[in-house]
C-alpha cells in the first residue's frame, strides 16, 4: 500500500494559500495601478527627450497636406463699370502640397518649457491636385495696392510722384502670373527695388522677390521662435506658449487681443471632463494672433472617441457683435469698429499689405463682402475650420485649418489704376491644412487611452483567481472531500 503524500492540512494550505495569495496581488494592484498608469502616461505624453510625444513632435509623423485655390478675375476690365457689372471671380485648384514639419534648434529650459524653430517643407503632388503650377492666374497686382495702401494718408504731391513713377514702369492694377510664381516661386517687380531706395516709411516687404510663400519653404526662421511649456511639472500646460519670438504680447493688436496664447496645434493638454463649456485656442503666426474653437460635438475616428472644436463667428469679429473682440480692430478706437463681422486686418502681420482674413468665400461673413463681387459660394461642409481632440491625451485626430486672404481695394484719384475704383475686398486665394491620424499612432493612442483600465481588468481577473481557489476550498470542506485518493495499482477497492 503507498502511502498518501499529502495530508488534508497541506492541501488546504495550498488551496487557501494560493486563494489569499491572488486576492492580496489583485486588491494591491487594483489600489496602486491608477498612480503607476498616471506616472506611466505622464513620462509618455510630456515633451522631453525619449517620450513618445517628443518623437512625434520633433518630426511631424502624420501625414500633413496644404491645399490652395487660387481666385481668378475674369473681368477686370469691366472694374469701372462697377457699379452694373460685379467683379467676378473663378476659383482654381486645389493645389496641392505635402507638408512636413522639423523641429529645429530645440533647448530644453530650466523652468519647465522648450524653445525651437520650426523648419516646413512643401511638395507639389500634381496626382491630388486640380490643375498645374503653371496654370495663369489673374488678380490684384500686390505691390501697387500695397504701395497705395501705405500713401494713403500721404500729401497729394507723394501720391503724384508715384503715380508718375506708375506710368514709368507700365504698372497695371490687375497681373496675371502662374500659380508657381504666386505661392513659392516669387517674381520680380519693376516697381520693388524703386521703392525701397525711396524708404518710405510704412514699406517693408523684406523680400527680393514678390509672392505669398517666398523664402518660406524649408526655412528655419520665417514662423519665428517658439517657447512653449514642457508640461514636466503640470500637465495642464503641456504644450502651451509661453512667449513667441522672445514676448508674451504681441505689438498687432491691442490689449488681450495681443495676447500669445493656446497651443501650436501640434500638442495639447488632456482636457477637462466637461469639454462643452470649454473653448480651446491655437496661436497661428500667419497672422500673429491666437484662434479660438468652440467645443461642437463628439466624434469617432479609428477606434477613438473624440470631440471637435469648431470655428464660430466670434474669431473674426472686430467687436460689431462680441464686445470681447474689439481690440482686434487696428484703427483708432474711436473708429472701431471698423470692419463689418468676417473680415480681420492683419496688414501690420504682412509687412504693411492692405491684407485682410476670412473664411473661405466669406463663409460666416457679413452678407456685404459677397454681395460686391459675384464667385463667392460659401457653405459650412466645405469651409468650416475644425479640429478634433482625444480628450485624454490631447493627440490630434483630424485637422482642417483654412482661411481666406483678401486685399483691399479703395478708390484714391491721385493714382490713376484706382480712381474710381469701388472699395472693395478682393479675395485673392485661400488655404487649406489638413492632418489625419494614421492607424499606426491610433494603435499607440488606444493603448495610452485604455491603460488606466488596463491595470484593473488584471487586478480583477487575479482577483477572479483567487476567489476560485478560496470557493474550491470553501466547497471541499464542506463536503469533506480532503480524503487522499493515493493507493498502490494493486490494492483492491473495498468490497
Known sequence: MTACACTEKTKKIWIFGCGGFFLLIGMILAVVWSAVSINILHNQLVLKNGSQTYNNWVETPIPMYLEFYMFNWTNPEKIKDWQTEKPNFVQLGPYVFTEKRVRADVKFNANNTVSFNQTRTWHFVPEMSNGTLDDDV???NLIPTTVAY??????????MIVNFLFKEKNVHMTLTKKVRELLFDGYDDPVLDFLRKLNISGFVIPFNLVGWFVERNESSTHDGRFNIYTGEDDMAKLGVIANWNNVNHTNFYRD????VSGTTGEIWPPLPTDQSQVDIEMFTPDICRSITLKYEKQIDKLGLRGNRWVADERVLDNGWNYPP???????DIASCPDLLPGVLNVSQCQFGAPAFISFPHFYLADQSYRDAISGMNPSKEEHEFYMALEPQTGIPLDIRGQLQLNLMMTPDEHFSIFENVPKIFIPMLWFRQTANLTEDLAKTAWWAVNLPNFGLWIAFGILGVGGIFVIVGIVLTIARKWTCSSRSDDEEPLQ
Open 256 to 259: 488681450h487681443c495681443g495676447t
Open 138 to 140: 489673374t488678380n490684384l
Open 150 to 159: 501705405t500713401l494713403r494718408h500721404q500729401h497729394a504731391v507723394v501720391k
Open 325 to 331: 473682440a474689439s481690440c482686434y480692430c487696428t484703427s
